[in-house]
């Protein structure tokens, strides 16, 4: 049997839980007083990286797909929302673009079709049948 995919809401216990351990390792450095709180330290910080490992096995597995132009967007610092909305008007003037080749391309097919019916009366029914569909 395949074993699956951990849950969003697996991973967010496993966030949460590595959080927890950071503001507990915060809290312990803050009241650090010396080696008679160095070994809850040291417990803390282990039990950071247990949860760290934990998170990175079960997020390897989530079936997310980033495009990697996002994530070199983020790393360069960018906002991911601007990126989107870049993208988003790249896709609507190529698809008004698309859609007036289209409506030129049906303008060109009719104006054929009535020259062909206007010359050559004959090829009426075959012209109408192509138009059709």
Not at 35 to 53: C, F, G, H
Request: hydrophobic share 40%.
């Amino acid at each position: 049997m395949v074993p699956s995919a951990p849950s969003l809401n697996t991973i967010d216990d496993l966030l949460k839980s590595v959080i927890q351990n950071l503001y507990a390792i915060q809290s312990s450095v803050h009241g650090y007083l010396g080696p008679e709180t160095q070994q809850e330290l040291v417990r803390k910080i282990k039990a950071l990286t247990s949860s760290l490992l934990t998170l990175s096995i079960e997020a390897s597995s989530l079936p997310v797909l980033i495009p990697p132009e996002i994530v070199t967007y983020v790393e360069e610092g960018r906002n991911p929302d601007i990126y989107t909305r870049e993208f988003v008007e790249l896709v609507q003037r190529q698809n008004a673009y698309v859609r007036g080749k289209s409506e030129a391309l049906a303008a060109l097919r009719d104006e054929l079709a009535r020259e062909m019916v206007g010359e050559w009366p004959e090829l009426r029914a075959p012209v109408e049948e192509v138009l059709r569909g």
